[in-house]
């Protein structure tokens, strides 16, 4: 915004796209909250002589942050080296989902079932295929955990490092498997560096990323796994009329592909500024961000950027936020890991597992004599098409945080809604006669589902998981967050062998129908429960937890950040109204 511009008796006079208010006592309340007087207090102590030059800073930085929201072009320029580093670290997350989808499409692998086949009639039985799921999701929880002890200790890059030299020799076992128990032993140990690139990547690249490109880069990590997923079905299409071991051992050694790629590019990249300010090495931070971005030709200043860090990082410590496990469960960011457990879980909740786990269903589809409906060539190929539409999905949510004003939380709450009227229908369809064309069209819905849940769900959850948590604790509460994903994967992994596996329920599609129940639950308990992020700094989401605001509310208030010595505070702009103002504030007694 430029120009002047006059209300009644208030004067305003620009500073980017914040305004300077010279009225002497400007309300403060209904819609608007602040920084409490006692955390400001803590800040001022904290910084000492330094607090007013930081402050000025945070101030300029924090209205730059928002004018980069209206031009997302100059900010991706601006960060193009930090992009590049960050998409090659995220793929680890293709392997990541590569590894998930491709243990599920072995279970209705030819060549796999005949070598670690443990039926009569040569199928894996369900205990054993919820076994070695468990042993994947076993192996992330402990991922998980290490991976907020690793990076308060060495940093982002060092943790990436180390986990990914582990992973290399863990994908031995899998690779070498002469049994279904040493199968096991090996998903259980590889799920656990896998567990660690699950949040490290996005931690990393959430912790000093601009607002206007942060949504794109945590929604990347939704489509790096649908790549992940899309490349196994692939692979599996390719050897699936491979008659020896070969036909499964060849996509166990593909993982080997992306290790050497992925370090080569932690020892170039630096490390996160954001997480060296919180450990004190100011300067440290001050040279990372500059090789994290490219000033040529831009208005960026890196001190303020650096000014903004540190009072964040203050404005958190002042609210006795630690950067400990425990202290996820302290005061306000009780509600915080709550709030972004209940995003994640949403993953499991919405019935995802069910509709994703599409060659299997397809597999057990038969007419009423028995007789397979679809080739395994063809069910591979569906797979295929529904990682396409899951990719398809992504492309589609961009467009909506790019062009719409939809907020996150309708985006996410709407794409609940209709992922739950599709798992009704396909329940539907489940209780008529086997058929090609009731598998066809239910194999039709389950790739519309993921659509959905990419477009809505699958990439909204990513933007939620990362702005939601105070950024001390940011990957701690993720891992938090993921680990109870990991719990609800457990139960959806046992629930689903039943619903499907001919020797347990033999539901099929009727299975849907649970599926649509848990769903429609968890949309009741999401709409009140998770708030609007869109456009809305840390120091801003910091603001809004500790004023209690409910979930609601988040999208209708403005914040504002004052300092009472120096008579000035700064309102920043929510997404609903079009006018950002800093407003004077009498001094305080």
């Known amino acids: 915004m430029s120009g002047n511009n006059t209300t009644g008796s208030e004067k305003h006079t620009p500073i980017g796209n914040v305004l300077i208010s010279e009225t002497p006592d400007a309300p403060h309340g209904g819609n608007v909250i602040g920084i409490h007087a006692e955390t400001e207090d803590r800040i001022r102590n904290a910084l000492g002589n330094d607090y007013h030059r930081v ?63 443990n039926t009569d009639n040569g199928e894996i039985s369900s205990s054993w295929q919820t076994g070695l799921h468990m042993g994947q999701l076993f192996g992330q929880m402990i991922g998980l955990a290490l991976a907020g002890k690793f990076s ?24 070498l498997a002469q049994n279904i128990s040493m199968l096991f032993v090996g998903e259980f140990l590889c799920g656990i560096p896998y567990g660690t690139f699950q949040i490290l990547p996005v931690s990393y690249a959430t912790s000093f990323m601009p607002l206007s490109i942060r949504p794109y880069v945590n929604s990347y990590v939704n489509l790096c796994w649908i790549i992940g997923q899309l490349i196994s079905c692939g692979v599996l299409r390719g050897f699936v009329d491979r008659m020896d071991n070969w036909g499964w051992r060849i996509p166990y050694a593909i993982q080997w592909i992306y290790p050497v790629i992925i370090i080569v590019n932690v020892f170039l990249m630096p490390e996160s500024p954001a997480w060296l300010v919180q450990n004190g090495e100011i300067e440290k931070a001050r040279r990372a961000l500059i090789k994290l971005t490219h000033l040529v030709g831009t208005d960026f200043d890196i001190s303020k950027h650096i000014d903004l860090l540190i009072f964040t990082n203050e404005q958190e410590r002042a609210s006795n936020t630690g950067r400990n496990y425990m202290d996820c469960f302290h005061g306000i960011n009780t509600r915080r890991t709550f709030i972004t457990c209940l995003v994640w879980a949403a993953q499991q909740w919405c019935g995802a ?7 299997y269903f397809l597999k057990q589809q038969r007419y009423t004599n028995g007789e397979d409906i679809f080739t395994p060539g063809r069910i591979y190929t569906f ?37 739950s009227c599709v798992l009704a229908v396909i329940g539907g369809i489940g209780f008529a006669t086997p058929s090609y064309a009731t598998g066809l069209a239910s194999a039709a819905l389950m790739i519309f589902f993921v659509f959905l849940f990419d477009m809505t769900v699958g990439s909204i959850c990513y933007t939620l998981i990362t702005e939601i948590p105070a950024s001390r604790l940011k990957i701690h509460t993720m891992a938090i967050a993921r680990i109870s994903f ?11 062998p039943q619903i499907l596996n001919p ?27 998770i708030p609007e992020v869109k456009d809305r700094t840390e120091s801003e989401m910091d603001s809004l937890f500790d004023d209690r605001t409910p ?39």
């Open 55 to 117: 402050f000025e800073n945070f101030k300029d930085a924090t209205a730059y942050e928002h004018e980069l929201t209206k031009s997302k072009w100059k900010a991706v320029k601006l960060y193009r080296r930090a992009i590049l580093h960050i998409f090659v670290l995220c793929l680890s997350l293709f392997m990541e989902g590569y590894e998930m989808s491709i243990l599920g499409g072995f279970f209705a692998f030819p060549m796999f079932r005949r070598y670690f086949g």
């Open 152 to 175: 308060k200790w060495f940093g982002y890059r060092k943790s990436m490092g180390i986990f990914m030299f582990a992973i290399t020799g863990t994908i031995f076992l899998q690779f």
């Open 353 to 359: 597992a069910f509709a994703k786990n599409l060659p």
């Open 383 to 419: 797979g295929i098409i529904q990682n396409v539409m899951g990719i398809v999905g992504v492309a589609f949510a961009w467009t909506i945080m790019a062009y719409t004003p939809v907020g996150r939380r309708t985006q996410y709450l709407c794409g609940v809604f209709a992922m």
């Open 486 to 496: 990991l719990v609800f994967s457990v139960i959806a992994q046992v629930l689903n």
């Open 503 to 529: 020797g347990a329920w033999n539901l099929q599609g009727r299975g849907a129908l649970i599926w649509a129940g848990i769903s429609f639950s968890y949309l009741i308990v999401a709409y009140f429960h």
């Open 551 to 589: 979930a609601r509310e988040f999208g209708k208030k403005k914040t504002v950040i004052k300092d009472t010595a120096l008579d000035n505070g700064v309102f920043v702009q929510d997404e609903n109204k079009s006018e950002t103002s800093v407003q004077q504030r009498e001094h305080r007694s």
